[in-house]
């Protein structure tokens, strides 16, 4: 059967695949400060996206092969490509140096071990298995967008290694069995959706509160929330 491929869907997709690619197309031509806000603002555009074209798809029955396999190669460019070279350019910005930086390509393998059992799982529909890719791409653009404001001010000795640490920490998350609520909606309804809408306007009140890095304090949230849900449900 003849695959199609330009649909509403697959057309929502590459809106995202380009955000990403404009934002690695920003790293390598601006300036620090503007490449790291830019990259930030594509990233949360890219998710949106991400979001939208599920929702598309379930909304108007054009489900596909082509589809998926588009989500996951955009997903690989917007949320795994584009946070490991935001990383590589946080931990030079907090006095790191040399080619520790590589430390950081374990995102971008983890990201797409990720992706990679995401799409062979059929049991991901409610739960996801490690941490999701946009929740770590987010994570890494908000700090960035931190970082991009104390560009010029002396880093912490410290600072590069916990950098790193935190890369590690990401990276290992995402190949992890921890079990972590989606936030795919059944419905509009807050039966069944409850910890969906608590945690969406929690995290609206630390953006409206932090502004934009308070995007990876909700990040932060979400992991912590999932990691506690995950280790209560181990030790029962």
Same mark, same amino acid.
């Given at each position: 059967?003849? /695959?199609?491929?330009?649909?509403?869907?697959?057309?929502?997709?590459?809106?995202?695949?380009?955000?990403?690619?404009?934002?690695?197309?920003?790293?390598?031509?601006?300036?620090?400060?503007?490449?790291?806000?830019? #990259?930030?603002?594509?990233?949360?555009?890219? /998710?949106?996206?991400?979001?939208?074209?599920?929702?598309?798809?379930?909304?108007?029955?054009?489900?596909?092969?082509?589809?998926?396999?588009?989500?996951?190669?955009?997903?690989?460019?917007?949320?795994?490509?584009? %946070?490991?070279?935001?990383?590589?350019?946080? +931990?030079?910005?907090?006095?790191?140096?040399?080619?520790?930086?590589?430390?950081?390509?374990?995102?971008?393998?983890?990201?797409?071990?990720?992706?990679?059992?995401?799409?062979?799982?059929?049991?991901?529909?409610?739960?996801?298995?490690?941490?999701?890719? %946009? /929740?770590? #791409?987010?994570?890494?653009?908000?700090?960035?967008? +931190?970082?991009?404001?104390?560009?010029?001010?002396?880093?912490?000795?410290?600072?590069?290694?916990?950098?790193?640490?935190?890369?590690?920490?990401?990276?290992?998350?995402?190949?992890?069995?921890?079990?972590?609520?989606?936030?795919?909606?059944?419905?509009?309804?807050?039966?069944?959706?409850?910890?969906? +809408?608590?945690?969406?306007?929690?995290?609206?009140?630390?953006?409206?509160? /932090?502004?934009?890095?308070?995007?990876?304090?909700?990040?932060?949230?979400?992991?912590?929330?999932?990691?506690?849900?995950?280790?209560?449900?181990?030790?029962?």
């Amino acid at each position: 059967m003849k /695959a199609k491929l330009i649909t509403l869907p697959n057309i929502i997709t590459l809106a995202n695949l380009l955000c990403g690619t404009l934002g690695i197309i920003s790293m390598v031509s601006l300036q620090s400060a503007g490449a790291l806000r830019v #990259a930030f603002v594509l990233m949360l555009a890219a /998710a949106l996206f991400d979001f939208l074209d599920g929702f598309v798809a379930r909304l108007t029955g054009q489900y596909s092969p082509v589809g998926a396999q588009l989500d996951s190669l955009a997903d690989m460019v917007s949320f795994v490509v584009l %946070p490991t070279v935001v990383a590589m350019k946080i +931990y030079y910005l907090a006095g790191g140096y040399g080619a520790w930086s590589a430390v950081m390509l374990l995102i971008t393998a983890c990201g797409a071990l990720r992706l990679a059992r995401f799409n062979v799982s059929d049991d991901q529909k409610r739960e996801f298995v490690g941490l999701p890719v %946009p /929740a770590c #791409a987010l994570f890494v653009g908000a700090f960035g967008w +931190y970082m991009s404001g104390r560009i010029g001010l002396p880093a912490a000795a410290w600072m590069q290694w916990a950098v790193l640490a935190a890369g590690v920490v990401l990276a290992l998350l995402m190949v992890s069995p921890v079990s972590m609520f989606s936030l795919k909606f059944e419905g509009f309804g807050f039966a069944g959706n409850e910890v969906r +809408y608590t945690y969406l306007l929690v995290s609206l009140v630390i953006v409206l509160v /932090a502004g934009m890095p308070g995007v990876g304090l909700a990040i932060l949230l979400y992991i912590l929330y999932s990691l506690v849900i995950w280790l209560v449900g181990r030790c029962k």
